[in-house]
């Protein structure tokens, strides 16, 4: 046991000479530095909960640590960005049904254009090949490039689902028979799809960057 006489003299943090045991505030600092100003545990703990992040968005995406899965994960992390925006693009050409059926001549215009814009993106998406980068063949790839990568594609994740977000506001807004509202959703909805593009074009110089 800890003397009392050695809790009152020592503030609980140093060797007991008596009875050779440490204290419990001791125990505390240890673990205390090992997981908040050790800089290797902050960072693992968050790369971890970032790839939890994605793995939980996208099943079967394992990162960009392994060599030989990192053509898969690239492949998952597309497809996963192209399945929403398939998504997304059907509810816009149910809307520009809609708003053809009622005549709204410069809403549909403009949609036709969202909808042209969108396919354009998701072609790019789909057909996007690296194999010439050097990402897929190192057989390491540095945690600074791990961390930049998963940043990266958890961006633009959200950002598809930010152009979901506003084609389905598009949608409400037609359906509902808010016209009026209709020509700036179709605004916000372009927006939206030319992020998404300018974000996307800026992932193949991530890729390539990595040596």
Same mark, same amino acid.
């Given at each position: ?11 609980? @943090? ?6 050779? !045991? ?45 060599? !030989? ?49 969108? @396919? ?51 949608? @409400? ?20 799809? @030319?992020?998404? !593009? ?14």
């Amino acid at each position: 046991m800890i003397s009392l006489r050695f809790l009152f003299l020592s503030g609980f @943090d140093t060797l007991n000479r008596e009875s050779g !045991e440490i204290s419990f505030l001791t125990i505390n600092r240890v673990e205390s530095l090992s997981s908040t100003t050790n800089p290797y545990f902050d960072r693992a703990k968050s790369q971890t909960s970032l790839q939890e992040k994605i793995e939980l968005a996208i099943p079967g995406f394992h990162g960009y640590k392994e060599k !030989e899965l990192r053509r898969e994960s690239d492949k998952l992390i597309r497809n996963q960005i192209y399945q929403k925006l398939s998504d997304a693009e059907s509810q816009a050409k149910d809307t520009y049904r809609s708003l053809v059926n009622q005549g709204a001549n410069d809403s549909w215009d403009d949609t036709d254009h969202l909808l042209a814009r969108l @396919d354009r993106v998701m072609e790019r998406i789909n057909h996007s090949e690296y194999g010439y980068a050097g990402f897929f063949d190192v057989t390491k790839v540095k945690e600074p490039d791990l961390d930049r990568m998963m940043n990266y594609d958890m961006q633009l994740i959200q950002m598809a689902d930010t152009v979901s977000t506003a084609i389905q506001a598009l949608k @409400d807004s037609v359906d509902n028979n808010r016209l009026p509202e209709a020509k700036g959703k179709v605004g916000d909805a372009m927006k939206a799809v @030319d992020a998404l !593009e300018n974000a996307y074009n800026g992932r193949k110089q991530i890729i390539v960057g990595v040596q």
